[in-house]
């Protein structure tokens, strides 16, 4: 958790609006999420599938050179993929339709870099097709990448030529298989045949996805309708607003600290609501590589990841990549289940469940007051603001007392859909906590708290 002089050093850096609402000044009506926005959020967790060229040949990031005859899975199972990740608890997933290379994980038009040019099925099979039918199938939601950057098509870099051949794989992307729930972009922008910088028409861009897919979620660091959380590490700023100033990262590729503050920290005087997704692999890198499976991440430190994602006002884009086979790998999948395991212990008895809180006022500070009727061994708190009338708080102290011996447990700055505190196992029976930044943030702030474990 980033410490108080951190915050501190951050805060200082933000612009004067930015800190002036970071100390309670607020707007009559701010910004509130749509309904697609809202179910994103809801969902928590999804799946991020990192799939393709580079799965055969090793690498993380292709040159579009490769020979589509070496993609060839030995026993594609995108119906594994939703199963293990549904049984995990995660509600959605995302495939990456085309990276960087420009191999196409269906049979385009628009180019023989594809798996129409496999081995694979015999040059007939769609993968696109099998994963979002295999998400159907297990109840889950499906969304697609398609990297903007194409190492392989030659039109890149010919701006208008590019932005059609860019705009015609979307087209069938968005067009063929049902409905897609999100939709992702990057910045990643790298000169094209010859030293050629290609311009992308963002605009074209989005409007074709609200045409095509009105209710899909869009991601980008300039979302428009989620961004980016400014690192590839799974970690929300704190604080961390969901409305953004859009003239600050109009575009997705915006460089520069104004950008960067944005990305991670929202803005409370933001124009436009835009919540942060973070992303992080569950490898140190993001296709499959059998020499990195010692290295796949522990259960704590996917615990911890929720926490800082999730419990921190963002949603946690997870990484899990199909090996070569075309099955998820077995060590991943394990990982997957410890995760789901230690957050449902953590989070299967809500001790406050049943008792009614009280909320006053005192002196301009608002409280929530919890009896919970005896002592009680706690180590998280669970906050959430009702974010359908906007995201207000931020600032919040808990308290807690066995009798009258009133003590801190937790400090924080924004909470917005979630914000998870943890710390050592302390036995209380009153918890308070106070809010503020809210007209009337009490009534619109839900308290749970949980044993847990020590922090």
Known sequence: ?????????????????????????????????????????????????????????????????????????????????????????????????????????????????????????????????EFVEACRAEGLKAGLYLSPWDRHEPSYGDSPRYNAFYADQLKELLSNYGPISEVWFDGANREGPDGRKQTYDWPRVWALVRTLQPHAVMFSDAGPDVRWIGNEQGVAGDPNWSMVDPAVVPVPGTTGRAATLMLQHGDPAGAVWRPGEADVSIRPGWFHHESETARVRTVDNLVDLYFTSVGRNAKLLLNVPPARTGRLDDVDVGRLSEMQDRLTSLFGDDVTRGRRPIWRTDKGRHHIDIDLGAPREVSIADLREDITRGQWVSHYLIEGAATDDWRPLAEGTTIGYRRLDRWPSATIRHIRVTVTGAPNPSRDVRVALFAGGDA
Request: proline residues 6%.
């Open 1 to 129: 958790m980033m410490t108080r002089r951190a915050f501190l050093a951050v805060a200082a850096s933000m612009t004067p609006a930015l800190v002036a609402a970071s100390k309670g000044a607020s707007t009559p009506r701010r910004p509130r999420p749509t309904a697609d926005q809202l179910d994103w959020q809801r969902e928590e967790r999804a799946l991020f599938l990192h799939f393709g060229i580079n799965t055969f040949t090793d690498r993380e990031w292709g040159d579009g050179q490769e020979d589509p005859a070496i993609f060839n899975p030995a026993s594609l199972e995108p119906r594994q993929w939703a199963h293990e990740a549904g049984a995990a608890g995660f509600r959605s997933l995302i495939l990456t339709a085309k990276h960087h290379d420009g191999f196409c994980l269906w049979p385009t038009r628009t180019t023989r870099h594809s798996v129409a040019a496999s081995h694979w099925r015999g040059g007939q099979g769609d993968i696109v097709q």
